[in-house]
C-alpha cells in the first residue's frame, strides 16, 4: 500500500485577530507529498513528481487569472499512509477523499463508505454470495484528504479477492486515524450459493442454504451479493420460507446490472413480500463511455476545481477589502476554518457540475452505482395502490462517497411512514368506549385504545377505525348515557371479553384490517380463525361474599377445648371413678371411709377434684392416695390450659372470615357460589387436578347476565359467592358503595388462575411480531 499526499497551506503571517493571512496579501502555498513505495522505480516516481509539479503549475496558471498557488513537492519525506485497503474517507468537513478505483472492484469502499456513515448499523451480518464473485483482483483506492485546507490521495492496493475484501470493509476495526468515529465490531456468516445453470437448480440451492437457516443465532440481516438472476431466486425463495418480515433486513447488491443493460428494478416489485424490508444497491456505470482510471487525471480534476474554489474566495476577498478599511477587512475576513468550508463546499459543486455535463468530464463517466428501498409496509390495507413500490434513494460515486435522500431501510427507521390503517372494534366499556362527541364525531377511548395509541406512535401511522353494526352494542351506544358517572358505572360489564361480535372476526379473518382494537380472551377455538396479540392485559380470578360476622357467644364457654378433648375427659372422669373405688377397696389396710364407698360415690369425688372441690375424707391407704395425687396434678394442668385460653377467647370476637377456596369449600352446606356463564373460568376448572377445584365446579351455578340485581342481594344476605375476576369484583363493590354508601362485601385473598386478554389479528400478518415488541 502506498500513498500520495497533497497538501496545501498559507504560511501564517502575525495578525491580531486572524492568524490565518488574508488571500490577498498572501498566495495559497500547497505543499504535495508523494509516497514513494507507490511506484517500482526511483525513476519513475522522480519523473511522477516531477509531472505532478508541472500538471499543477500548469492548471494553476490557466485556471486562475489572479492569484496563484505555490506548489512544493516533498519528496524526502517519510510518510507511510499504511492503511486497509479501502480507504476510510475524511470527514465531510475536513476535507475530501477520492479514492482511486480499478472498476469492478468498487464494493468493498461502498461498503466501508456505508459503514462510516452509519448507514449501514448492522451487528450481525449474514452475507450470501454467489459464485461468480470470488475472483482474485487488484485493488486502488486513492483518497484525496483535506485536512485544515489538506489534501491528500492515498492509493491503496491489496491482492485478495473481491468477497474477503468486501468482508474486511464491512467487519474489521477502523483505522486509528478516525478516533471519533464509534462503530460497532459486526460479527458475521457467510455462505455461497452455487450459480447452477438452470432456474430449477439454482432454486433448490438457493433453498437448501435458507431452509436449514439459524435465524435465532444469527440474526435477521442479510447481505446477498448475486447475479441479477440469482437476486430474483433468492428474492422468491426467501419470501416463501417467510424470512422477509418486518423484523427482518435484506439488502441485495446486483453485480451485473451494467452488464446486462437491466438496471430497471420495476421487475423485483413483484418479488417484494407485505412488511419486508428490502433494498437493492446496483451498477449503473454506463460501460459505453467509461474511459480508463488515470492518476493524473484525477489530480488534474482536483486541482482545476480547487484553484477554481481558491480564485472565487480571492475575488470575494478582493471585494471585500476594496470595500472596507484595513482595519474593518481585518475584522470581517473569513478565519481559518470558515476558508477551509468554504473552499470545500465550492469544490464540490465544481466537481459535481464537471460530473454532470460529460462534455467537461475529465476523466470521463466514473463510477455509479444506486441505491434503490422499498415500500412494503401496509400495502394490504391501501386500496389506491396495493402495491409495493421502490425508492430511488440515492447514489454512490467515487468522489462524493454515499449521497442518500432517504433512509436504506425505511421501514426500519420510521415505521409505517405515517400512513392511515383501518382497524377495527366495538363498544366494549372500559376496555374500548367509543363515543360521540358533539359534533358528530366519533371518539375512541377506554384502554385498549391506550394500547393503540402508543403503538401508533411507535409504528408512526394513524388509524381509522371500522365499527361494524353490532346489534347487542349499539343500543347503548349513546352519549348522554355517559354523562353521568353513576350512569357509566351502570354500563360497565368486565369480564364481556369472549364473545366478540362475529362482523368484527370476520373483518379480520378477511385482513381487512390491521388488528381489532378489542380485549378478547385468548382461547383455543378462536385461535383457528385468528392469532392473538401477546397479552396486553392478566385478569385474575377471586371471589366476593358478603362481608364478614362475629360468630354467636352463646356457647363459646365450650370453644377453648375441641369436643374430642371435652369427651376424653368425660371419659376419664367416668373411668377414674370405678378404678378409684377398687384401689380404695382392695387395698390391704383399707378403712371404711364414707365418701369413698361405692363407684358411684368415686366418680362424684373425682368430679368434685376436678372442680378443685375437693373431697370431705380422703382415702387411707397410699396406692388411692398416689392415684388422686396424680388425678390433682392432671386437674391443674387442664383448669390452667382452660382458663388461659378462655380469656383468649373472651378478648377476640370470633369472625367468620372466607377468605381461600378452601374456607368456602367448609361452608358449603351454607353457601353457595357462580360464576358469569361461558367464563374462562370454567374451562380452567374442567381442566384442573387439584380435587378442591372439582367440587368448585361441581356445585358452581352459572349466572345470566341477566340476573345481577338479585345475585348481589344473596351475596349481601352471605348465601352466595360470586367468583369473576378481580378487578370486576373490586368495581362491584365500588359501586355498591357509591350507590348505596356501605360496604356489605368481602373480596377472597386467594387469586387464581390469570386470564390473559389480548387483541386479535390476522394469521399470518407479519405485523404480529412487531406489535408484540412493542
Ligand atoms: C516520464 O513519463 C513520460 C510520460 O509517461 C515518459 O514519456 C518519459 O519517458 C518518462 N521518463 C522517465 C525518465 O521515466
Ligand atoms: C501570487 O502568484 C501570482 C502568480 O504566480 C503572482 O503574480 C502574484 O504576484 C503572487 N501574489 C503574491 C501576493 O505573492
Ligand atoms: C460496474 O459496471 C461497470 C461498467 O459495466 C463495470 O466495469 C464494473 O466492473 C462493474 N462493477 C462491478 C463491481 O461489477
Ligand atoms: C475468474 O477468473 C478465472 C481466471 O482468472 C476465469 O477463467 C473465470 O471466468 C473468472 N470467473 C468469473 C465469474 O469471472
Ligand atoms: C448493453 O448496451 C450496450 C450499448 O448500450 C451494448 O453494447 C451491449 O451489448 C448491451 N449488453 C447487453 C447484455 O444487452
Ligand atoms: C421500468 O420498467 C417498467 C416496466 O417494466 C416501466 O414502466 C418503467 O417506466 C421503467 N422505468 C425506467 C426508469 O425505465
Ligand atoms: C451511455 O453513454 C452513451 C454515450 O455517452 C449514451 O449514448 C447512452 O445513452 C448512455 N446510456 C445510459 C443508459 O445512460
Ligand atoms: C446528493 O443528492 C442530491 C439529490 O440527488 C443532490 O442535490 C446533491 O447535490 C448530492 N450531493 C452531492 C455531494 O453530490
Ligand atoms: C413517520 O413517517 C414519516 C414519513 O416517512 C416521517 O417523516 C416521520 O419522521 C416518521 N416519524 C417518526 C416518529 O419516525
Ligand atoms: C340517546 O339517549 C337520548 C336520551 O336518553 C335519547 O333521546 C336518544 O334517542 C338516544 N339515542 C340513541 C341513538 O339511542
Ligand atoms: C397464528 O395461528 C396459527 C394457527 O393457530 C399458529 O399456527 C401460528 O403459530 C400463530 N402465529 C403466531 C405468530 O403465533
Ligand atoms: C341462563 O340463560 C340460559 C339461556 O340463555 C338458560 O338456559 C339458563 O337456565 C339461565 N340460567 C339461569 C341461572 O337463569
Redesign the pocket.
Known sequence: MISVLLLLWCVTYGNSHNDFPSLVTKNATMAVIIDKSLFATKDEYRNVTGMMHDLIADIVRKEMQIGGIVVHIFRDTNVNLRQDPDCPRIPDMDGMSVPLIV?????SQIFLDLRMMNILTWNMINILHDDTFGNKSDSIVIAIIVTQILLSNSVCISDRD?ISRVMKAISNRLPNRLPNKQLNIISRSIFTLKHDTTKGERRNSVKKVLDDFHVEQLGHCFLVIATIDMVADVMSVARSLKMVRPDSQWLYVI?????QNRTNMTAYVDLLAEGGNVAFMY?????SD?CKVELMCYVQELIQALAKALEYSLKNEINLFKRFEEENFQMIRLTKHERRTELLKNVRILLSSQNTLASKGICGRR?S?KFSSSITWGNFFSHDKNVAHLLDIGTWTPGFGVNLTDMIFPHIAHGFRGINLPIASYHNPPWQIISVSKTGQKMYGGLVFDAINYLSLKLNFSYAVITPEVTRSLNSWNTSRFAKLGEKINEMTMSATRKVPKEVIDLVRERKVLLAACAVTVNEQEKSTVNFTVPIFVQTYSFLTSRPRQLSRALLFASPFTEETWACLAASIIIMGPFLYLVHKYSPYSIKTSGLNSSWQCVWYVYGALLQQGGMYLPQCDSARLLIGIWWLIVMVLVATYSGSLVAFLTFPRIDTILTVDDLIARKDRITWGFPNGSFFETYLQNAEEPKYHILLSRARRHNDTEDEKLLECIKEGKHALIDWRSSLRFLMRKDLLLTGGCHFSLSTDEFLDEPIAMIIPHDSPYLPVINAE
Open positions: 472498476p469492478g472492484n468498487e464494493l473481491t453485480t451485473d446490472g451494467a452488464m451498477n449503473v456505470t454506463n460501460s467509461y463510477l452505482w
